[in-house]
């Protein structure tokens, strides 16, 4: 590797001031947020655009750490630009932040001044982002074919993941144009090879019938299946394993050990296939608020309400539903439960079933711009009847719902961070192909200086969400990074926004044509900033809200 040393002081240098910074910013905002020592929540709301600058600087900024801290002696020069490319662009970023906090909570602008004008910057500036640097790294992007963001593997791990590529491309890639195109929903060609392959149990410990580790979690490697199979489709494959891994962590977490028995070796076999009814319609992201009626009636509970944006309800055949069985409002998140609801597996847009106890349950799919394959559909209950024995954890169960739900989010955040990886992945390397087939005005398209700076910035940008999902995955592993598995789903969600536009930009017109599959990852990455926590929920309800609450030195609860 060429010495880059200095730039890489530079990075380490003007991080490490960012970081200081960023602190001072977060005291101030917290005491300003802060009642007697505790979050205030009127004085959250009001708050809520600095709050949200703050997760969006604290989400680049630890990308911008891990992807300079990456950087080891056996690292490329590839490597080298392309972390040194993503910490001047998001030091850049982060000032700017800093600004707009500053003006909320008075701070000391000066420091901020005092970065901007800095050595330092100016060398890591010059280092990573002159037109001349842009130029070598977009080259080096072009040549690599897109291979970025290398993450130190060991063999199981590295064999998974090439056998999931290997997968995508052959098996999943070739049907991901019809899926999306047609509309269908994923067809047993696709799940069944994938049930064969254990992809359903990879949550799953051992001693229930899953591949997973007994005595501790491996959120590397669902990370690398799921980028895997998210490349070569979002919808078709990418996102199959995540309401699985929700249920599953569901079941570990709060599930009786008859429950866990009879439940997780059938989800890791893949049969029933699941899905997760959380959002309503009048609700969104506010789980706390959740309405969905649970009445108690003998022998279990009845269903009376509405669900929404519930991927694969048709084909599942067991769904995690969200209910409150306490009718107490005020109650809020601690009057919800969790209620496991058996169907049968519907093919097509639209179910009506039927119990013998007179319960309906009516489903409808939600036409939508991509995500096509699972279908998310709208979910009417009447009357439907759940016995005593699907409501997770029995009796000791009820009230619990919210906390289940939460532990289930965690690897779904990962996940969805995960699929966000994969989709930039499979629009970076659409995007040097087209660029060096394609000829503009004599010459190839790769050639030009612009087309190799998107490129070089593409690829930082993958590179850095890359390495912060794998780094936040281990601490997931050691029991915890909930906060950061949030801010590592804010951040590559909308860099995959980011990097598929840039992708089909490079298209041109062809780009913008349904045929093209940079059209397919344009759509498909537009809905990650929604789904598993919409953007501003994350960033205002547990990334900033977290920050905030460390600042204070203190986990407590709103005032």
């Not at 990456?70 to 020069?77: G, I, Q």
């Not at 929700?246 to 296939?273: C, S, V, Y």
């Not at 041109?508 to 929604?530: N, T």
């Amino acid at each position: 590797m060429t010495d880059s040393s200095p730039a890489r002081g530079a990075a380490r240098t003007v991080l490490a001031r960012l970081r200081a910074a960023l602190d001072t910013a977060t005291r101030a905002l917290a005491q300003r947020c802060s009642v007697e020592g505790r979050l205030g929540a009127r004085q959250l709301d009001a708050e809520q655009v600095p709050c949200f600058e703050l997760a969006w600087a604290a989400a680049e900024l630890l990308a911008a750490e891990t992807a300079v801290d990456a950087l080891h002696a056996d690292s490329t020069e590839l490597d080298a630009q392309l972390a040194l490319l993503f910490a001047a662009d998001a030091a850049a970023s982060l000032l700017d932040r800093l600004d707009v906090i500053g003006l909320d909570v008075d701070g000391d602008n000066d420091v901020v001044q005092q970065l901007r004008s800095s050595p330092e910057l100016r060398v890591l500036r010059r280092a990573a982002a002159s037109t001349g640097a842009l130029a070598a790294a977009g080259a080096a992007v072009i040549a690599s074919q897109g291979e970025v963001g290398s993450v130190r593997l060991d063999e199981p791990h590295r064999l998974a993941q090439d056998s999931f590529r290997r997968f995508s491309e052959q098996v999943v890639a070739p049907m991901a144009a019809r899926i999306h195109r047609e509309d269908l929903t994923v067809p047993e060609s696709l799940l069944q090879p994938l049930r064969e392959m254990g992809v359903f149990g990879l949550s799953v410990p051992e001693r229930h019938g899953g591949s997973a580790p007994d005595d501790r979690e491996d959120a590397l490697l669902m990370v690398l299946v799921t980028e895997a199979l998210s490349e070569g489709s979002l919808a078709a494959a990418g996102s199959l394993i995540t309401r699985p891994e929700i249920l599953t962590r569901a079941l570990l977490a709060g599930g009786t050990p008859a429950q866990q028995d009879h439940w997780l070796p059938r989800l890791a076999a893949g049969d029933p296939l699941c899905a997760i009814a959380i959002t309503e319609p009048d609700h969104g992201s506010d789980v706390a608020s959740l309405t969905l009626k649970a009445t108690r009636v003998p022998g279990g509970w009845q269903l009376d309400g509405a669900k929404t944006w519930c991927t694969f309800a048709g084909k599942a055949g067991v769904l995690m539903v969200v209910a409150r069985t306490d009718p107490d409002r005020s109650l809020g998140h601690k009057g919800l439960s969790v209620l496991l609801v058996e169907k049968p597996s519907y093919e097509g847009h639209a179910f009506v079933f039927r119990q013998p106890q007179g319960g309906v349950l009516d489903g409808r799919a939600i036409a939508t711009i991509g995500y096509r394959g699972m279908h998310s559909f709208d979910l009417s209950f009447e009357r439907f009847f759940v016995p005593d024995s699907h409501v997770l954890g029995g009796e000791a169960g009820l009230g619990q719902g919210f906390y289940m739900t939460m532990t289930g989010m965690v690897g779904g955040r990962m996940q969805t961070a995960a699929r966000a990886c994969g989709v930039m992945r499979a629009a970076l390397r659409a995007a040097i192909r087209h660029a060096q087939d394609r000829q503009v005005f004599g010459q190839a398209l790769a050639d030009f200086p612009l087309t190799q700076a998107k490129l070089a910035r593409m690829g930082a940008r993958l590179a850095a969400c890359r390495q912060l999902a794998c780094a936040v995955a281990a601490q997931v592993d050691r029991g915890a990074g909930r906060m950061e598995s949030s801010l590592v789903k804010l951040l590559a969600c909308r860099s995959a926004e980011m990097v598929t536009r840039e992708a089909l930009q490079l298209h041109g017109g062809m780009g913008y044509a349904e045929e093209s599959a940079v059209s397919r990852y344009f759509v498909d990455a537009r809905v990650l900033s929604i789904f598993e926590g919409a953007e501003e929920t994350l960033a205002l309800k547990v990334v900033a809200r977290s920050l905030l609450e460390r600042a204070l030195g203190r986990a407590g609860s709103a005032a």
